[in-house]
């Protein structure tokens, strides 16, 4: 998992990069939708559910504003409940969000579905790390939707490419169980690895 005073600083890096850009720039940036806080003024965090236990996911809406937004508005809508984690690697990640994966006898499709829109690529300096949760994609960088991944180990080739946008806050140890779960050629779970989500 990153360390807090390392996000802190990319975060304070962030902020001078924008002052410096001017007028211009940061009109634009004023332009892109950000993540809500919770009713309580603290930031928002979602909590995905598994048979395994729970992982609870915080997020970077300074970096990576437009997936931040993506991904609690499906969540709150329900969109991920019924869907598993339908890729696992070991030393590697475990991926989620394929609305496709609901339907048990259609296994061929997993991996290719998504919410009917696609999101520009937000790549940031935050490096993939244990913990850290960054959007799934295709070969074009602007194709990410609703598919996620969690990194259970380091994955510095996927740096700058892949849209980081959370992290894994409390949990790792079920993403852990699950990343070592019996898996066929395709890299598909043997069993189902339903998950829920709520935003809190």
């Known amino acids: 998992m990153i360390e807090r ?5 990319i975060l304070v890096a962030w902020g ?9 720039g940061a009109g634009a940036w004023a332009e ?7 009713e309580d003024g603290k ?3 979602a909590i995905i ?4 236990g729970e992982m609870e996911l915080v997020f970077f809406p300074e970096l990576a504003p437009r997936h931040v937004e993506s991904f609690l508005n ?11 984690f339908h890729r ?3 030393g590697f990640m475990i ?3 394929d609305p496709n994966t609901k339907d048990p006898s259609n296994r061929q499709s997993y991996g290719n579905g998504g919410p009917g829109y696609t999101l520009p690529a937000e790549f940031n300096r935050i490096p993939h790390e244990r913990g850290i949760v960054s959007a799934a994609r295709a070969t074009d960088p602007n194709s990410a939707g609703s598919q996620f991944f969690i990194v259970v180990d380091k994955a510095p080739h996927l740096d700058g490419k892949y849209t980081v946008f959370g992290e894994v806050a409390r949990g790792m140890d079920v993403a852990d169980k699950i990343v070592q779960q019996p898996r066929d050629r395709r890299d598909n779970p043997l069993e189902r690895i339903e998950i829920t989500v709520e935003v809190k």
């Open 49 to 52: 559910k598994t048979k395994f």
């Open 43 to 45: 930031a928002t965090r």
């Open 32 to 38: 892109t939708p950000q993540a809500p806080l919770a």
């Open 88 to 90: 696992v690697i070991p």
């Open 74 to 84: 499906l969540a709150r809508k329900g969109f991920y409940d019924g869907t598993i």
């Open 95 to 97: 991926q989620g969000g």
């Open 16 to 24: 001078i990069a924008t002052l410096l850009m001017g007028v211009i």
């Open 5 to 9: 005073h390392s996000v802190k600083n």
